[in-house]
């Protein structure tokens, strides 16, 4: 079945440090992939998403680009602060048919901390 | 734009106890899913609807699980006759039909005693 390997955490950083979390992911197929992010106390909600090869999600300083020589969407920020400490989830889901749309595997989850 | 609405937001239960969980979606959205969540561990889907109809099942909702959604818009997900290992946090996300991007509830944290 479908799966997704993250980047196990927990991250700390300084602010302004340069944030990486990898995360790949095994489909047949190629699926759409997702960075969803849970700040404390909040319900997931979706950072940035990619449809197909080559595309960059993007959103609030963070990037991602779907490399699909890899199957790999790694997450990025130049400049990390602390409002960004959160859960961050690596997503994909199929998007073959349109009747699949939603039904997600996440990975494990990365916890971010970002000190002062 | 009110969210996805879940309730309760904890639930502490005895072993071999139902429980009910509900979820208001948002109200234009006519897609609705169930996930499980473990401490440690990212969501994995239970089921979805689109309107009233129950769509697609995962192996992990056994026969004590069950979900509706009568009207095609709120759902519950009823639990019968609980284990410690249905302990987790029970989230619902909603999205229009066709749309990738899902809204999530705060989800109803269940602890089985």
């Known amino acids: 079945g479908d799966s997704v390997t993250q980047m196990e955490g927990p991250v700390t950083l300084s602010e302004e440090a340069f944030l990486t979390i990898n995360c790949t992911y095994t489909?047949?197929?190629?699926?759409?992939l997702f960075w969803y992010v849970q700040y404390p106390g909040e319900g997931l909600q979706l950072l940035l998403k990619a449809t197909k090869a080559d595309d960059k999600g993007s959103n609030k300083g963070f990037e991602a680009t779907y490399r699909k020589e890899t199957t790999s969407f790694h997450l990025e920020k130049g400049s990390v602060q602390v409002s960004d400490s959160a859960v961050y989830f690596c997503a994909g889901g199929s998007n073959a048919g349109g009747t699949s749309y939603g039904k997600l595997t996440f990975g494990q989850g990365t916890i971010l901390t970002v000190h002062p | 734009d009110t969210g996805v609405s879940q309730d309760p937001r904890h639930k502490i239960t005895k072993r071999g106890q139902n429980v009910t969980f509900r979820c208001d979606p948002i109200s234009e959205h006519n897609r609705l899913y169930w996930y499980r969540q473990t401490l440690g561990q990212g969501p994995e889907f239970l089921t979805y609807?689109?309107?009233?109809?129950?769509?697609?099942k995962s192996r992990l909702l056994s026969d004590r699980f069950s979900a509706e959604r009568p009207k095609g818009s709120f759902s519950t997900l009823e639990i019968q006759r609980t284990e410690q290992g249905d302990s987790a946090m029970y989230l619902c996300a909603s999205s229009f039909r066709g749309a990738e991007k899902l809204f999530f509830g705060s989800g109803t944290q269940l602890s089985v005693l």
């Open positions: 489909a047949t197929g190629y699926p759409s």
């Open positions: 609807f689109q309107n009233e109809a129950q769509l697609e």
